[in-house]
C-alpha cells in the first residue's frame, strides 16, 4: 500500500530535517540523521486510542495525521511514516513484525519495525518501541557487542534459528526488548495487531494514556499519571495530579488531549 500524497518536503520540514543533496548516495549516515530527526521531533502518543478511535493504517490518514495535524503515533504510525520517507529516497527495506519480549507471558509479533539494505547491508531501523527503542540504524552484522547510543545501551544478538533478539542495558542489566526474523511483512499482515492495540481491554495503549518524547540529552515519558524523564544521570519520576495531566501534555509534548 502505497501513500497518494506523501511529500518528502513537506516530512523534511516536519522533522526540521535538511534534503540530501543530489547527485550523492545515500548513505547510513543520511538514514541515521533522518531517523534522529524524526524520533526527536515526532512524539510516541496513543491520544487516538484513548478517545476511543481505531488507529489507521491507511498511509495518507498517517501522513495527514502526523505531517499535515503535527500529531504523534505509535509503531504502525512512526516507522510506516519513515517507510514511506525510504520509499521516497529510493531506499530498499521491509517490515519486520517483532514479539515483545519483557512481559512476564509469551506474547504475539504485535510490534513493526523496519529491516533497510543499504548497499549489501542491513540495518535495523525503529522509530516506535517506545522507552526502550533504538535511538538510530543498528547493523545486523553487529551482533553481541553493546552499541551505545548517547545515554542507552543496546544489544543485538542472534540464535541458531537466524531469530534476532534485541536487548536495552537497564538497573545495570541486560534486558530483552524484542525478538524478530527477517521474514518480510506487509501493512495488512500488522492489521490484527493494530486492531489488538486499539481496541483491546489488556492492551496497555487502552489502558493508559502513554507519551513519549525523545532528545539527545532525554527521554520523557508521560504513563497515566507517572512522568517519568531519563537521562545521564538516571531515572526521574514525579507522580502528578490527574488535573495537571493536560497541561503536562502540551508543556512536555505540544500535543493537546
Not at 84 to 96: E, K, P, R, S, W
Not at 117 to 131: I, V
Not at 229 to 236: E, F, M, N, Q
Request: proline share 5%.
Amino acid at each position: 500500500m502505497k501513500s497518494n500524497i506523501f511529500s518528502l518536503s513537506a516530512y523534511l520540514k516536519r522533522i526540521e530535517a535538511v534534503p540530501h543533496e543530489k547527485g550523492c548516495e545515500i548513505n547510513i549516515d543520511y538514514i541515521k540523521y533522518l531517523m534522529r530527526r524524526q524520533l526527536f521531533t515526532i512524539p510516541f502518543e496513543n491520544i487516538d486510542v484513548q478517545q476511543g478511535k481505531i488507529v489507521s493504517l491507511n498511509p495518507d490518514d498517517i501522513f495527514k495525521k502526523i505531517i499535515e495535524n503535527k500529531r504523534g503515533g505509535y509503531c504502525y504510525e512512526l516507522n510506516g511514516l519513515f517507510a514511506m520517507a525510504l520509499q521516497a529516497l529510493g531506499i530498499h527495506y521491509q517490515f519486520v513484525a517483532a514479539r515483545p519480549m519483557f512481559y512476564p507471558v509469551l506474547r504475539p509479533k504485535t510490534h513493526m519495525a523496519l529491516v533497510i539494505n543499504l548497499s549489501g547491508e542491513y540495518w535495523l531501523c525503529d522509530l516506535g518501541f517506545g522507552s526502550y527503542g533504538i535511538r538510530e540504524p543498528v547493523s545486523l552484522q553487529q551482533l553481541s557487542d553493546p552499541i551505545n547510543q548517547d545515554f542507552d545501551h543496546f544489544m543485538l544478538t542472534q540464535d541458531n534459528s537466524g531469530e534476532y533478539l534485541l536487548q536495552a542495558l537497564i538497573d545495570n542489566e541486560w534486558t530483552n526488548q524484542y525478538a524478530f526474523n527477517l521474514s518480510p511483512h506487509l501493512w495488512i499482515d500488522f492489521s490484527p495487531a493494530n486492531y489488538l492495540n486499539s481496541t483491546h481491554p489488556e492492551a496497555i495503549f487502552v489502558q493508559k494514556l502513554l507519551l513519549i518524547k525523545h532528545s539527545e540529552a532525554e527521554r520523557i515519558t508521560l504513563l497515566g499519571n507517572t512522568l517519568k524523564i531519563t537521562d545521564s544521570t538516571g531515572v526521574h519520576i514525579k507522580e502528578i495530579q490527574p488535573n495537571e495531566q493536560k497541561h503536562i501534555v502540551s508543556k512536555y509534548f505540544q500535543l493537546e488531549i
